[in-house]
């Protein structure tokens, strides 16, 4: 039996940034280690003025410097930081990004509605009971902030998956 790898996800959303640690044994046996939320708002302001303003700058860096605190503390090894609708809205995202890499030294990613959605699913089938899952047709949503996320599963099978801003 191989050592297990310490992995971590990072979604950056509208409204809060959470941090995801855990231990992979394979690829379906991962023990979560830590769950923490920082409330940093990208979203404030961002929908009206459609840039972050220098205040979330210097709070995305305290927020991303502790989630790499952490990541660093449990040897995470493997991790993947994303960023939602918000950071799509956000004429200064490039900035942003590089900013949170340059004094914080996490690579964050600025994701498409779609790929949002397939990462809800995969995320609800992991946690779901796999065998009624194949059994019947489910369809998921996520409410976010300033947008929902849509996903029609049948049989375990993603057919469709949608992301659509509130007007």
Not at 42 to 55: A, C, I
Not at 70 to 79: A, H, I, P, Q, S
Not at 147 to 158: K, L
């Amino acid at each position: 039996m191989s050592e297990p790898v310490h992995i971590a996800a990072i979604d950056a959303g509208s409204n809060a940034v959470r941090l995801s640690v855990a231990r992979a044994y394979s690829a379906l046996d991962i023990e979560p280690l830590l769950n923490e939320r920082y409330s940093l708002r990208l979203g404030e302001g961002v929908f009206l003025r459609h840039r972050f303003s220098e205040d979330i700058f210097k709070k995305g860096v305290k927020a991303f410097r502790h989630f790499k605190e952490m990541m660093d503390e449990f040897g995470v090894t493997r991790y993947r930081a994303v960023a939602t609708s918000a950071s799509r809205e956000a004429r200064n995202r490039e900035a942003f990004v590089r900013h949170i890499k340059q004094k914080a030294g996490i690579a964050l990613e600025v994701i498409s509605g779609a790929e949002e959605s397939r990462l809800g699913k995969e995320a609800a089938i992991a946690g779901s009971d796999r065998k009624r899952l194949r059994a019947a047709s489910r369809t998921l949503a996520e409410e976010a902030w300033k947008s929902t996320s849509f996903a029609i599963i049948r049989s375990s099978r993603t057919r469709n998956c949608r992301s659509a801003p509130f007007a």
